[in-house]
């Protein structure tokens, strides 16, 4: 979604707000601008990425100022829809994320009363509310200004006659970075990081008054304090290092993210997995809730956990559940969701939480909404992720659900001490895999050249054709879509042509025999197949055009290995055509609206 920054303190504001639009770019990219104080408001603002905005900047000593990059809700991406947005004098601007549900019988009411809007924008209708009851006092007009908006917002505002930012948060992240003599404002927490670690988060309905020395904070007109959290992540986490792109430096921190993931949850002296979270004795199933690729990673684990707790899992899309009757009895609600913002599964947790659930929230940013709202929390620690395609925060989701259901596992000890020393040799196994990654960036090379690709998998590898499926179309802008084998020959059947590469998961479990004769089926229609199997298995290259060896692993751990395989080759291949790779056309990373 949008991403919002604002800057109050010692140093000149622009490079500040440019640096920091730059770390929060992965939220949105169609347009960007600026707005520093001057004797009036100097804004620059286009349909252009931060670096070409940059460069038309003119030198500001202003040390205040605000920043926006956009992903499109209302109105196309242009100069005039870009933030920051302004009033009629031009003395108040604002930058948003969010989306103001009623801000055409605003605009409408606005208009009659002397307004004119110059953008297609919902945000524009904030200025505006702000300048008709401005007098004198920024943060009087911003209350009341919020009264008249319904919808979801993070917005700062600033006005050309005074030294100060007023912010102000309902359904949509807002982060101070709490510096020396200085408060950055944003919506992550990546933009803040190259000037503290110091971080508070606002809560909705929260109004933030921050000046050079000060922030003040209220919540229905009285004084609230909010808590000071650290962010355990350094700066370097969240640079390139020396890589091409953030999509393989991700990919390649995966070893170590999953060692750091599992680290501290696993007795040292016996099979025990201790995650702190005790199991309710009248637990009659557990529903499992999340959008995208955390979606994807909530499949597995529903088959990890059905099989080693015999604890019945359902999982749920979050955007359709907010509007279904899922019954829920003793139900154990788990939100997956790498970000802890993505609107609609903020909603399933509320929704779940009202219902009388139990809930859990698998995170990987501390302090983000989600943890605000469920009962317990899970942090995944998978670091910064900053290419919008997720990578490193699906692999260490899977690998908590591997914890979450050996936590709770009916296994004997003998078999569950078996499946933790295969948990702690995944990320040698990882390694293995990626130390090989030119071969795969090979295969890449010829599928590059096609339109259309199936995935296919079977059991718990069918979630991961899916994701397979996912990473290729956002990256590579290559269709693609993932299936269960066996429903192939249910449809999908009447586009496989030479033209239409399948990409075949074979794992060595029960599923085997099976997919080795749809792979046949798969063949006999002339596409080329390309699978993903272990290393020893022979037996498949006689069936197939290509194979890309993973290491062998318990079965169940097969889809961390095939997951870090496809990874690779939608990377290789969205490279191979020379794809924007870390942030693809219209995607964000973090979907602040539902
Ligand atoms: C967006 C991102 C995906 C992510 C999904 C859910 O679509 O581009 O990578 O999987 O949101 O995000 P969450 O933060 O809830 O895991």
Redesign the pocket.
Known sequence: MCGIVGYVGKRQAQPVLVNCLKRLEYRGYDSCGIALLGKNLEIYKDAVRIESLEKSLRPNSSHTGIGHTRWATHGKPSQINAHPHTDCSGKIAVVHNGVIENYLQLKEQLTKEGHTFRSDTDTEVIPHLIEKYYQGNLEQAVSRAIVDITGSYAFVAMHADWRGLVVARNESPLVLGVGDKEYIVASDVPAVLDYTDRVIYLEDGDIGVITENALRCTSNGKQVERTEHRIPWSMEEAQKAGHEHFMIKEIHEQPRVIRNTYKGYISALEPVVNLGIAKNTDLSDILIL?????YYASLVGKHVIQSLSQIPVRVEIASEFNYSDTVLGKTWVVVV???G??AD?LRALKKAKESGCRTLVITNVVGSTATRIADETLYITAGPEIC???TKSFIAQLIMLYLLALAWSSAGVRSRAGLITELRQLPNKVQELLDREEEIAEQAKYLARYENVFFVGRGINFPIALEGALKLKEISYIHAEGYPAGELKHGPFALLTPDTPVVALAARDNTYETILANIKEIKARESPVIAIAEEGDDEIDKYVDFVIRVPRVDPVFSPVVNAVALQLLAYYTARERGCPIDTPRN?????TVE
């Open positions: 999340a959008c995208g690729t955390s969701t790498q970000s913002e993505t599964s919008v395609a997720a995607l964000a990373k973090s979907v």
